[in-house]
């Protein structure tokens, strides 16, 4: 099985780090992260990217700016609003972006 | 027409870490369910058992609302924000994650558990600036009656959170009955049940189970025991 590559943004310097630790340690995920959207574009461009969660502090204009760029690029790319901040919807979220048509 | 679902106790996810037994509700952590991902923007309702001395230590949160409400035994509290806190039996207590905060939870005492519900309520905006509070509720003002203890307003009774959401609890002398009416036309109504025997809307319910109610803005409830104890919750059906 091809191991997912996910992309945390988040501006919260350590609820991004537990999150791309969370993701790392999930079986079959290699986790990538980024606190700026420049970071975030160069991560995007360098690897194959399956799923990008936005985390905490993205403004809005941000957000529409990942969203613009990485869907031109990919168009099935999926990007998803992470919610609560720790382990608890982590693997949930990723479940539902990923395997539920 | 009104729709209803039944969530009974035993189909609940169950996590049994030694030190802390959940049950869940809706999907989380490693319970996936399908079919259990949320009722409206209620997403997680886990009834929780701690053993003394022990807890979650310190995890963030973001982009969330979270009521604790305990039910036995003490819960101390500390977060990112300088709270430190001992919430107990006819406390309430709500954070709202908004940009992130870090909190850990602790059973206070080591002689025996704490019990308490955790539901999590998706936020009706993003990243707002984290905040906490608690309150202490007065237990005589819920027999025979749903005693409001969380709204969107800050100055209506119980706490306030980013939504359009309210909790009521509720604890009745058997037959006792009451109609609730919902909030909002847009919202539904999720019932817990806390303790004891109920019929909602002629439907019977039991101790922990669970009933999802929509499109309705009138809700029949009934005690078919003593000191039945419900919490409903009052919440939107459309996650913004």
Redesign the interface.
Known sequence: MNKLNILVI???P??TK?LFTLVNKMENCVGFSALTDEDAIKIFNENNIDLVLL?????EESEQLIRSIFTDKNPNIKII?????????L??EI??AMY?K | MENIILHKADTRGNADHGWLKSKHTFSFANYYNPDRMHFGVLRVLNDDSVEGGMGFGTHPHDNMEIISIPLEGDLQHKDSMNNVAVIKSGDIQVMSAGTGIYHSEYNKNHDKLVKFLQIWVFPNKKNVTPRYDQITLNLADRHNNLQQILSPNQDDAGVWIHQDAWFSLGKFDKDFSVQYQTKRKENGVYIFVLKGDLTINNITVNTRDGIGITNTENIDIKALTQDAEILVMDVPMTVA
């Open positions: 988040g501006r919260h350590q609820i537990t985390s905490s502090g993205i403004p609003q992470h919610y609560g901040g720790g382990s608890g919807l693997s949930n479940m539902e539920i």
